[in-house]
T-cell receptor, first 113, second 110 residues
Framework: DAGVIQSPRHEVTEMGQEVTLRCKPI?????LFWYRQTMMRGLELLIY????????DSGMPEDRFSAKMPNASFSTLKIQPSEPRDSAVYFC???????????FGQGTRLTVV | QKEVEQNSGPLSVPEGAIASLNCTYS??????FFWYRQYSGKSPELIMF????GDKEDGRFTAQLNKASQYVSLLIRDSQPSDSATYLC??????????FGKGTTLSVSS
């Protein structure tokens, strides 16, 4: 199993540009989470999907952020327009059905200049 | 607001000693408790989980849970330099996402 796959691994973009982060969860896992990690705030939950349906998006910081999960094998997190304060490592994690043990992808390091 | 609190450290221990990492949580409804290890520049990886009060041992690691005190701990016996990392405590209720603490940095000196 290849694990949770995220792309790109690194992204540098200019303020105001649109950024799309991608995630492929582990096959058979039915829950998917997007987290953001910074030194100041640690790992923050952004949004949680269960069976492709958004369950809790209360962590999405503002309307500039949106997330989709069109099918069980793919999810995107979009930031439009991006701002320097969005710079962080964004992690995707998936969870097998019937458990609560999350498996993380390698993360996307986003830098907005 | 559900919160998970950890001492940020750094916690420094000599090689071979026992490292004790602590975590408290605010939500009494929490049912599952996890310890993740994160090396610098890497993603978190699960090392232990515990659901019931008491101790759970796995090799050099022991997780301890006290739901009445809302307290979780991780003991690492015979600490090795390779254990140097940030340890993240996480909790959740059934059907909800994991809520993480900010982590405790452990440094094991040889």
């Amino acid at each position: 199993d290849a694990g949770v796959i995220q792309s790109p691994r690194h992204e540098v973009t200019e303020m105001g540009q649109e950024v799309t982060l991608r995630c492929k969860p582990i096959s058979g896992h039915n829950s998917l989470f997007w987290y953001r990690q910074t030194m100041m705030r640690g790992l923050e939950l952004l949004i949680y999907f269960n069976n492709n349906v958004p369950i809790d998006d209360s962590g999405m910081p503002e309307d500039r952020f949106s997330a989709k999960m069109p099918n069980a094998s793919f999810s995107t997190l979009k930031i439009q327009p991006s701002e320097p304060r969005d710079s962080a490592v964004y992690f995707c994690a998936s969870v097998p059905e019937g458990t609560t043990e999350a498996f993380f992808g390698q993360g996307t390091r986003l830098t907005v200049v | 607001q559900k919160e998970v609190e950890q001492n940020s450290g750094p916690l420094s221990v000599p090689e071979g000693a026992i490292a004790s990492l602590n975590c408290t949580y605010s939500d009494r409804g929490s049912q599952s408790f996890f310890w993740y290890r994160q090396y610098s520049g890497k993603s978190p990886e699960l090392i232990m989980f515990i659901y019931s009060n008491g101790d759970k041992e796995d090799g050099r690691f022991t997780a301890q849970l006290n739901k009445a005190s809302q307290y979780v701990s991780l003991l690492i016996r015979d600490s090795q330099p390779s254990d140097s990392a940030t340890y993240l405590c996480a909790v959740n209720e059934r059907g909800t996402a994991l809520i993480f603490g900010k982590g405790t940095t452990l440094s094991v000196s040889s």
